[in-house]
């Protein structure tokens, strides 16, 4: 990070190399140290049972897990009683391509605020600056008792910062390793760097400085312990399921009429982000090897992202194109009928950091539609997946051992369905987000909210 200021000379620069210059240098700034600040705010009177959370985006703008997690959660917060606001990063969803987004919207309880100025400063610095100064109008108007933020740490500077005006207590949740994430994608030496290294250090005196940190599972949580966190202080909130995975699921055959999908089976595949660490590729390369034995199978993959035209490419030069379905993004309404659709669901993913310590939502999605899950040998998701009890652990990054897997359930429907319905009976018991709602209302008022 330093590197690239001291390569963009101040004074013999063109105008956009010292304005670059200047937006990295804002950049190195937070994760040196910088912080928001706020006056105190005295005489702050907060309403009880008021939550405010602090999120990078949202529904309906954005369907990725972390926006669906946020969506169930606030909207169990809120079924438990709670007056339940959100707020979004600065500029979002303007700067997703959402040019017309209201400042306002509610979504089944849940009320999304908005923070969107007539132009964006420039600078980390000066953009968290103005986020945080929003943040805190924002609560003078609807008096949180708690502040509830996620991962990554900018989001906790400002919590902190608006926390501290008003002094009340805040919750830091931790959905994923971001350095690692970020990393995954650069190579080994990634890991090295500074901005990594900056990275995780923000990242731990973030996670130090809130009244209570949760995270998603026991590999994660280690994590938090690592990172100078008291165990007293570090709650689980793991991925969970309500609503439409409640109901009894339809068998496979049913889903897929359902969707207009082809009704003979079997169906193989995932519902994902399609990004390289998820390790979909290795899925595409077993089923190419267990094509001419199962020839009626289907792959179905559902999701969007970076990886999706590599994949569609390697589905054509595998030569099971005509084979596969890639759906793109699915609605949210919807979501539950894809995992359904699937006779056999497949978290294939790499072996990284990140992916062993990060506890996916879809895995339990899709036991709690009933399906067996083969899933790559990874401590995360042996913590939502029993093995030989709710699906099958493979080695991650060999196709044919995955191939053999897939094979062995779909020659075996008894077998499979045992496996779904052992998963949806504890999932159904221990991981609802009614359950989950329950949890942070008794973190909240043990960091002291009203």
């Not at 700034?29 to 600040?37: E, K, L, M, Q, Y």
């Not at 706020?38 to 926006?67: C, M, R, W």
């Not at 979501?335 to 939502?361: E, G, I, N, S």
């Amino acid at each position: 990070m330093t590197g690239a200021i001291a390569a963009l000379d101040r004074e013999t620069g063109t105008r956009a190399e010292r304005h670059l210059r200047s937006r990295l240098a804002s950049e190195l700034s937070v994760f040196d140290g910088w912080a928001p600040t706020l006056a105190k705010i005295q005489g702050f009177d907060s309403e009880p049972n008021t939550v405010l959370h602090v999120l990078t985006n949202s529904l309906p703008a954005t369907g990725s897990g972390y926006a669906q997690r946020s969506q169930s959660l606030l909207h169990a917060q809120h079924k438990l009683g709670w007056k339940v606001h959100a707020v979004t990063r600065l500029g979002y969803p303007v700067q997703v391509g959402h040019l017309l987004a209201p400042d306002v919207e509610e979504l089944d309880g849940v009320v999304y605020h908005r923070l969107l100025p007539g132009r964006l400063p420039n600078g980390m610095a000066a953009r968290l600056q103005l986020q945080a100064e929003a943040v805190l109008r924002l609560a003078l108007e609807v008096k949180p008792a708690v502040l509830h933020t996620t991962t990554h740490f900018v989001n906790g500077l400002v919590t902190q910062a608006v926390a501290e005006a008003l002094d009340i207590p805040w919750v830091y949740e931790v959905r994923g390793q971001l350095a690692d994430t970020w990393a995954s994608g650069r190579g080994k030496d990634a890991r090295r760097s500074e901005r990594y290294q900056k990275f995780v250090a923000r990242e731990a005196a973030t996670m130090s400085a809130a009244g209570a940190v949760a995270t998603l599972g026991l590999s994660m949580q280690g994590g938090v312990v690592a990172a100078g966190v008291p165990q007293q202080d570090i709650f689980l909130l793991p991925n969970a399921v309500g609503e439409d995975y409640l109901a009894d699921p339809l068998d496979p055959a049913a889903a897929r009429k359902h969707l207009g999908l082809p009704v003979r089976g079997p169906f193989i595949g995932t519902v994902s982000s399609l990004v390289e660490y998820e390790g979909l590729d290795d899925l595409l390369r077993a089923f190419a090897l267990l094509a001419p034995r199962v020839p009626d199978a289907t792959c179905l993959i559902v999701g969007d992202g970076t990886a999706a035209p590599a994949l569609k490419r390697l589905a054509s030069e595998l030569g099971i194109g005509e084979r596969t379905v890639f759906t793109g993004r699915v609605p949210r309404q919807k979501a539950h009928f894809y995992h359904q659709a699937l006779d056999v669901f497949v978290v294939p993913r790499k072996d990284l950091t990140v992916t062993r310590d990060v506890t996916p939502l879809k895995p339990v999605e899709a036991l709690a539609s009933s399906r067996p899950v083969i899933f790559s040998d990874l401590p995360a998701l042996h913590e939502v997946v029993e093995d030989g009890a709710e699906g099958m652990a493979v080695q991650g990054g060999a196709p044919e051992v995955l191939a053999e897997a897939i094979v062995c359930l779909v020659s075996d429907p008894t077998k499979a369905r045992s496996l779904g319905a052992s998963g949806r009976v504890r999932v159904l018991s221990s991981h609802t987000w009614a359950a989950i709602a329950k949890k942070t209302d008794s973190i909240y008022k043990r960091i002291g909210a009203r």
